[in-house]
């Protein structure tokens, strides 16, 4: 397996970076690299989720602070690092197995009133692509995911239907028990886990065929779900109690879906604002002239004032992006961008040297102000 690049190194940008920067330099890559962009093109697909991956850590203070103290090992559960992320969104997310539901409500140390008592399911989170309009408008998107319920054959006990656990009789039901152990300061006494029933405090002496008498399963569950209109990228719905079932009585976890939205042909979006460039012509920034600027529902017609020059930005108020669970909306700010004409023919030449000649320096103040500096 190749070794990964240094996340810095795959955004572009240093440790000391500002947040708008990384995002800034994440934006340009995921756009240059979208699939989107680059249809068929494999190793532009690798790139994208390269940069993907990147930005998920960056951004993230909590785990920026992990990557830089471990590096990549801080989302390797095998390195023994700082503890794994959300790394994985491709489908690493509710992904388990039997073995992994028996360990996890069973297996390891603790203590008989934490293995006995009340246990919230496991959060599940699962990313979800959008397009940049679903995400501006809001959409219903089918969701996919495996979680972890109670088995409806044995309603969760493990037991064979028509059986029933008995209490572990080496423990009494405690799910500890009291060794006894020789030290230099005579014999001490203390609790272990019950080997018996591994700290459950049950027997089962028949179990569930369906559930292995784990008392659970892994399921595929299927919900529509409503992606609020004005979401961003990298936010998150969180679905309650649509996570994994709980143990002993305990609540479910929690759904998560983290969304991921693609970037536009034109737009860019920052917070609620949305910014784009639009072409001129010499002659409309001149003269001033009534133009077709591209908004979220269409063409807008906006005058363009006279003797306009390149770079200036204007601003439509309540175009932009609709806050979520609100009425309020951003503006859109877009910058005019002067293109100067070019192969001219001869006759067009001439008749712009006479209009430079007619107009001399007094239009081009800032031209005679820059010269005046330099040469003063």
Known sequence: MAEKRDYYEVLGVSKDSSADE????????AKQYHPDMNPGNSEAEIKFKEVNE???????????AK???????????????????FGGFGGGFGDFDFGDIFSSFFGGGGTSSRRNGPVRGDDINVRVTLSFEEAVFGVKKEISYN???????????????????????ACGGSGQVRVQQRTPLGYMQTTKQCDTCRGTGKIIEK??????GTGYVKVTKKLDVNIPAGIDDGRVVALRGQGSDGRNGGPAGDLNIIVSVRPHAIFERDGYDIYCEVP??????????????????????FTIPEGTQ????FTLKQKGVQYVNSKNRGNLHFTVNV???????????ELLRKFAESCGESNHSKRAKFFKKFFK
């Open 310 to 313: 390149t770079g200036t930005t």
């Open 339 to 349: 293109e100067v004409p070019k192969n001219l023919s001869e006759d067009q030449k």
């Open 207 to 212: 179990p569930c065929s369906n559930c292995r």
């Open 280 to 301: 001129i012509t010499y002659t409309e920034a001149t003269l001033g002239a009534e133009i077709e600027i591209p908004t979220l529902e269409g063409k807008q017609k």
């Open 54 to 64: 990147a930005y998920d850590v960056i951004s993230d203070s909590d785990k920026k």
């Open 67 to 85: 990557y830089d103290a471990y590096g990549h090992a801080a989302f390797d559960p095998a390195a023994g690092g700082g503890g794994a992320g």
């Open 22 to 29: 990384i995002k800034k330099a994440y934006r340009k890559l």
């Open 147 to 169: 979680r972890i319920q109670k088995c409806s054959d044995c309603g969760g006990s493990g037991a064979e239907k028509g059986t029933t656990a008995k209490t572990c009789s």
